[in-house]
């Protein structure tokens, strides 16, 4: 029986177009690591570098650990004294960036009602941002962070999509067994891949990555309205 859903987050509960978020926060984030004497290329190349090593992550420490050993070592150890301003600039600056992001007011509907059907709801993002990033993306789709049972950060989070042990590390936390677990994304390749730990999967197309031009007719399949009757009709197994 079904008793948990998770939802992915950019571009599932929080429309967007992966391309233009991305150019709007190295954009902010540079902006204000200038004044501090970071020429953009070189801090951009740093934050690609960090975030391939949390992807690469084989759980011997947290994500964040990963980020900021791979960073530092491409931009020097002054960015662990700056810490503070990376912090400051996702609890101020970062939010300069939700206008690149859409809203969709079905997102806050569909957590809600799943919450009344006795449904256990948890967030499963790519954990690559901190804490303060993922909670004000979290308010950008319209949603609190205390609506969710478990949100992945890269402070609590070991591994990332697709490494199956990413989902693995997310049940366990949860207590369920992936039986009981329902992952609906927008990316085929890192949100599907929780079908491999035997999790019921569900593609939500509005926002759709498939990278490497999987055949998508093998998963359930939709809007949230298809989602909504897809668990109403009780077919995850």
């Known amino acids: 029986m079904l008793k948990t859903v998770l939802f992915d987050l950019d571009g599932t509960l929080l429309p967007m177009d992966q391309d233009v978020f991305t150019r709007a926060y190295f954009h902010s984030l540079a902006a204000k690591l200038a004044p501090h004497g970071y ?17 690469e992550n084989d759980g011997g420490r947290t994500n964040e650990e990963a980020f ?6 491409k931009c020097g150890d002054r960015v662990l004294q700056d810490g503070p ?38 967030l499963a993002t790519n954990p690559i941002f901190p804490t303060a990033a993922t909670q004000s993306r979290i308010r950008w789709a319209g949603l609190e962070p205390e609506d969710f049972a478990l949100y992945t ?28 677990c329902l992952m609906v994304g927008n990316d085929v390749q ?9 999790m019921n ?3 939500l ?19 949230f309205d298809e989602l909504r009757r897809y668990i109403k009709g009780g077919r995850a197994r």
């Open 39 to 55: 020429e953009p290329k070189a801090l951009i190349d740093g934050i690609w570098a960090g975030m391939t090593a949390m992807v």
């Open 68 to 73: 900021w050993k791979r960073f530092s070592e």
């Open 85 to 122: 301003v990376f912090d400051e600039y996702y609890r101020v600056e970062f939010q300069q960036v939700a206008p690149a992001c859409g809203f969709n007011p079905q997102a806050r509907e569909i957590v809600d009602e799943l919450k009344r059907a006795g449904y256990r709801v948890a």
């Open 153 to 180: 950060t890269y402070e609590n989070s070991h591994y990332c999509k697709p490494n199956p042990a990413y989902y693995r590390e997310v049940l366990s936390r949860l207590g369920a067994g992936a039986e009981e």
């Open 190 to 198: 890192e949100d599907m891949a929780a079908q491999s730990v035997g």
């Open 201 to 203: 999967v569900f593609l």
């Open 205 to 223: 197309t509005d926002c759709l990555i498939n990278k490497g031009s999987r055949d998508i007719t093998v998963f359930e399949r939709g809007g």
